[in-house]
Every structure is written in structure tokens, then in C-alpha cells.
């Protein structure tokens, strides 16, 4: 019998059904948060909140208004990776433009 006829017995069937039916389980997602602070300006955060996490203009406004009355503003959520890489490019355009904004990440 040849080799590939083999995997079409019963008991290979059962084992493929069954890895079938494993559910793959979504990655953790994770809150890009941006910080108020006392020298960062609001258009600035709308940019950022523009360019990078690529709100729209009301998006971005609630938002900047969010981390300037509570001190706090989710600007997105994403997989580790994404959100790690958001973090890095919010902190290197807010440091070449001299403004000392904080952007970190939570898992949500």
C-alpha cells in the first residue's frame, strides 16, 4: 500500500478531526496609554494621535481631550508586538520635537 494511503485510515481521520476542532486562542491585547503632562501640547498630541495610531480629526480631539482632563487616554489596542512598536515611535517623534510626552502599554 502506498504511503499516502495510509493517512486516510480511520485512526489518522480521528486525529485530524480532533486537531481541527482546537480552538486557537486570540492573543492578549494590550492599551497603548498616552500621560499628560505640563509641556506637551494638545496639537502635538492630536498629531501624534493623527499619525501614528491614525485617528481621525474628532477621534484624535476626544482623545487628546481625554489625557488632558483625566490625565490619562487610550489612543489604541493591540497585540503586544504592535503596541510595543506604537510606545517606541510615540516616545522617539515626542523627544525629536523636544516635548517630554509618556506613552506606555497594559494588557487589557
Not at 46 to 54: G, S
Request: hydrophobic residues 40%; negative net charge; glycine residues 2%.
Amino acid at each position: 500500500m502506498p504511503d499516502w494511503a495510509e493517512d486516510e485510515s480511520p485512526d489518522n481521520e480521528q486525529a485530524l478531526l480532533t486537531e481541527k476542532k482546537q480552538k486557537l486562542e486570540k492573543p492578549p491585547l494590550y492599551k497603548v496609554l498616552l500621560h499628560n503632562d505640563d509641556y506637551t501640547t494638545m496639537e502635538f498630541v492630536v498629531f501624534i494621535l493623527k499619525t501614528i495610531f491614525l485617528k481621525s480629526e474628532n477621534d484624535a480631539h476626544r482623545i487628546m481631550l481625554a489625557v488632558h482632563q483625566q490625565g490619562i487616554g487610550v489612543a489604541g489596542v493591540y497585540t503586544f508586538e504592535i503596541a510595543e512598536a506604537k510606545v517606541n515611535k510615540v516616545i522617539r517623534s515626542a523627544r525629536e520635537n523636544e516635548f517630554p510626552l509618556l506613552c506606555t502599554f497594559e494588557k487589557e
